[in-house]
């Protein structure tokens, strides 16, 4: 007997169709705040930032566990949403506590370690990296990174602003777009840093995420370049076994553990016997164009210091142009890290007016006659260098090496039919003057007997046909007034050294 029909069929129906179904996720977007907004939440809806750069744990994390058990966080941690992503996620800072609050509450099921509250940020446009950035700068201030997390987080900085614009940034346009984004660094820190995640970090991971601190790599990179130099000078022409970066590489990884046992020393004797074998060049000899190399990749490397320059009681020279007295609201120069000694009234000694450094004139030109921004940055670099002279390197045996090594670099094995030879006694030639090096570094760029007419060419520029060897860089000719200061400053230190 057929049953009747359900009168609430149709309707049950209806309210079954896809019309009647809750729309699930247009709510959970909606749920999101569209401003800042403090909200309480549980550990099961938050997840750490994945990009994080801190990658071991933070030496104050006994410190704080103990200070959130007792009195709670002193401020909520900020946190936002990916979109589309189920989970709210750190933004700025926060990782370690929440690795904290998760670990007080599987040892207490207390609530309070549980649901607690934060401050939640909409998602910025440039989500990924300004969350880096501001990951980079919380770690650095609460907890500080190890060196090497620092460059690893620079380093994915990099790669976020390379798709962000679809060109790699140089060293000097990321350390612009960093400080920019609020995590200020230095040009020079960004250098080390690639170096260290190129050629240390494969060999000694140990060691640097241990804590081995920016001098120690600093270190290490010097001595690398140093002996890869020396390498290069005498590999030539030999069929070795083995080349510079697998050599270094294998010495290095032997020295990987704690950072407290790592010896330098020991690195260079083993890096050095091994090289003695291979280049069949003697263990001293090695050892002496070592420790040569590595003093001129220092003085080449570190940022000079006018103020240390006038306490260190080196002569300034006058300006070409002295500058206009500044008026009322001229801004105040910087200040030196060190302090300045003023002579006391029981030496007599009078005071002097502070004189504007040389370098000052040469950045000033340089900014009137350069169009990159880029360029105009490195060329001022070069340019306050250039008068420089810093108090450790104010001695005769110290500035020997710098001139040789400038005058190296302008006038290269492929330009030159004799080197400038450099020596720790003094210039090649028994007691050779610091004007006869200069006089052989102009002898060997200019050719021909023509040094008058020759050197204006060199130095401002010649048609081709009158004078085959182009005219001095930018950067070069900075370089040649480098090294005649040094040579001016070596002959005042050593007046009777000329034969």
Not at 20 to 44: G, H, K, N, S
Not at 342 to 371: D, Y
Request: charged content about 25%.
């Amino acid at each position: 007997m057929p049953q009747p029909d359900d009168p609430l069929k149709p309707l049950t129906d209806l309210l079954k169709s896809q019309s009647f179904l809750p729309e699930r996720q247009a709510v959970a977007v909606l749920t999101d705040p569209i401003t800042e907004t403090p909200m309480t939440v549980t550990l099961d809806q938050l997840r750490p930032y994945d990009l994080n750069p801190r990658k071991m744990r933070n030496p104050r994390y006994d410190d704080i566990k103990a200070s959130i058990r007792e009195v709670g966080m002193n401020a909520p941690p900020v946190i936002s949403r990916r979109p589309g992503e189920p989970y709210f996620r750190i933004l700025h800072g926060g990782n370690t506590r929440l690795a904290i609050l998760t670990e007080l509450w599987t040892e207490t099921k207390d609530e309070r370690f549980l649901r607690f509250q934060c401050l939640f940020r909409p998602w910025p446009e440039r989500g990924e990296i300004i969350a880096l950035t501001g990951h980079l700068a919380e770690d650095e201030l609460h907890g500080r990174l190890t060196f090497i997390e620092r460059a690893l987080g620079v380093e994915r900085a990099g790669a976020l602003y390379e798709q962000e614009t679809g060109k790699t940034p140089s060293q000097s346009q990321l350390a612009r777009l960093l400080k920019a984004d609020g995590f200020p660094i230095q040009q020079s820190h960004i250098s080390r840093m690639r170096e260290a995640i190129q050629h240390l970090l494969p060999a000694i991971p140990q060691l640097l995420f241990g804590g081995m601190g920016r001098h120690q790599i600093e270190r290490l990179v010097v001595l690398r370049k140093a002996a890869e130099r020396i390498w290069s000078n005498h590999a030539k022409g030999k069929k070795l076994a083995e080349d510079f970066a697998g050599l270094f590489q294998e010495t290095l990884s032997q020295f990987d553990g704690e950072p407290a046992s790592f010896s330098l020393k020991l690195l260079k004797d083993e890096l050095i016997g091994r090289m003695t074998r291979l280049l069949g060049i003697d263990y001293d000899t090695l050892a002496f164009d070592l420790a040569a190399n590595e003093s001129r990749q220092n003085a080449l490397q570190a940022p000079p210091s006018i103020g240390s320059e006038v306490a260190g009681g080196i002569p300034h020279c006058p300006p070409a142009y002295p500058d206009p007295q500044p008026n009322a609201h001229a801004q105040a120069p910087e200040t030196t890290s060190e302090p300045q000694q003023e002579p006391s009234a029981s030496e007599g000694a009078e005071p002097t007016k502070e004189v504007p450094p040389q370098s000052n004139v040469i950045e000033q030109l340089l900014r009137a006659h350069t169009t990159s921004p880029e360029a105009t940055n490195e060329l001022s670099e070069q340019a306050a260098k250039a008068w420089q002279i810093k108090p450790e390197e104010d001695e005769a045996i110290k500035l020997r090496p710098l001139i040789a090594q400038i005058a190296d670099e302008l006038a290269p094995d492929r330009y030159t039919q004799r080197p400038v030879a450099n020596s720790d006694s003094a210039f090649e030639e028994p007691s050779e003057h610091p004007i006869r090096c200069l006089d052989s570094l102009l002898t060997a760029l200019i050719p021909g007997d023509d040094c008058p007419t020759s050197l204006a060419a060199l130095l401002i520029g010649a048609p081709r046909s009158t004078f085959p060897t182009p005219r001095l860089s930018d950067l070069d000719l900075i370089k040649l007034f480098r090294l005649i200061r040094l040579a001016r400053r070596l002959q005042e230190l050593s007046p009777d050294s000329s034969s």
